[in-house]
Structures are given as structure tokens and as C-alpha cells.
């Protein structure tokens, strides 16, 4: 495998390389918790309007569940099942999860159809979801709080109207708190992190810093998780107020 850490940022945490690609195609593990996963999001978020099932799968078969704006929650979601059919390789000495789904928080206005879905602008998020959720079973190892993921190397924006280029996977915190965990059984608890868009100056200052500055200046700005394409880049120096 191409796995390689041995770098590590100004902020203290390993920089993680794929030089190798990933892992050779195999037969999907099976939607194991798709119908516990479905119910925990009807019962904290609302219906599941649609739910977008993949035709192929590889290693594990990634669905996507939709729940459309309401008047009391007026944002569109996206949340994964799949991805926590495997458990995720963990090391040892963290105290992570090893079942994770993942999901985006879009504004009302997004378009979410399968016409919409053939224009990269208004698919991308869909498309990250998916991928994130197989990335660390193709490549043997996890992802979990703070952690970044670049799009591409060198990254590049998610479509032509946004400069938006990596994300960070965070809790959500337009969501219900008891929707973060998902109890299965005694051996299986899933958690739920929100993938939130960042800007390459954003990833850069997480990887000098460590995600602390990043959060505090979310905060103070008033950035969460429903995603803004044309949002502030909390990197970038303003009238002297960094």
C-alpha cells in the first residue's frame, strides 16, 4: 500500500500520503445498518424524501439519503449509509470511532435532482460524501475529527463557481446532539460527522496550527456546517482583524 506519515505538520499532526493508489476493487460488504441508519435520521432530522442508491459499488455500497427542507429546518441534507458496514483501521493508542457516516448540510436553494446532479456545481458535495465515505477502506486507514482531506494534490476547487478545495470532517452543529451517535449493538456504534468545505489557505493554517484556530474563527464569524460557496475565508487576513 501507499500509505506514508512519515511527515508531520507545524500543528504536530502526521500529513498522511497516497503515493500508491488505492486498494483493487472488490464485492461491496452489505448495507448492514441502512434500515437502523434510515430510522435514526427520520427521528432526528425528518422523512427521508429520496434516498440515492449507488448502481456499482467497490469494497462498500455507499447510498445517500435525502431530507428536503421544512419549514421548522429549512436546509437540505445529505447523509451517507455504507461507509460503516466496515470499521475503519483506527490505531490502537486513539480513542476514535471505528464506524463512521458522514453528511453535508445544503441550503434551501441547492438543487437536488438528477438533472441538477449532471452539472458538477450542484453534484460535488454528493460527490464527496461518496468518496470520503470509501476512502479510508481503500486505503487501510480512518478519518475522524479535524481530519482534512484536500481535493486533489495540488487541490483544486470542487466546481467552476466556488474556490472551495478541501473539507474537514466536524460534528454538525445544526443538528440534534443525540443524532451525533448511533447505537447498534454492544459492538457497534456509529458516528455521524458533517463534511464541511474549506479554502486551501484554511487547510494550510489548520496544518500549521491544528484545527482550533479554524473553529474559533467559525465561531466568530458565525460559520457552521450548512454550506456557503461563497462564504469568508477565515484564512485570510481582513482590515486587521486577524
Known sequence: MGKKHNLVSLSGAPIFRYTDGAKEWESPHG????????????????????VFHEIVSDTVHVDVHHVKPTPTRPMHTLITSGMSDLPMKVPEDIDAPIHLELMVTLPQSWRIDEQSFRDERWYWPARQLKYLARFPHKYDTWLGWGHTVPNGDPAEPFAVNTKLSGVIL?????????????????????????????????????????????????????????????????????????
Open 31 to 50: 448495507e448492514e445498518s441502512i434500515d437502523a441508519i434510515s430510522d435514526h435520521i427520520e427521528q432526528h432530522l425528518g422523512t427521508v424524501e429520496s
Open 170 to 242: 466536524l460534528p454538525s452543529v445544526v443538528v440534534p446532539e443525540a443524532f451525533h451517535k448511533l447505537v447498534i449493538d454492544e459492538n457497534k456504534t456509529i458516528a455521524f460527522f458533517s463534511v464541511v468545505p474549506l479554502y486551501d489557505e484554511e487547510m494550510n493554517l489548520k496544518l500549521k496550527k491544528g484545527t482550533d484556530p479554524i473553529l474559533a474563527r467559525f465561531e466568530k464569524w458565525g460559520i457552521n456546517d450548512i454550506i456557503d460557496i461563497e462564504r469568508r475565508n477565515v484564512a485570510k487576513k481582513r482590515l486587521g482583524l486577524f
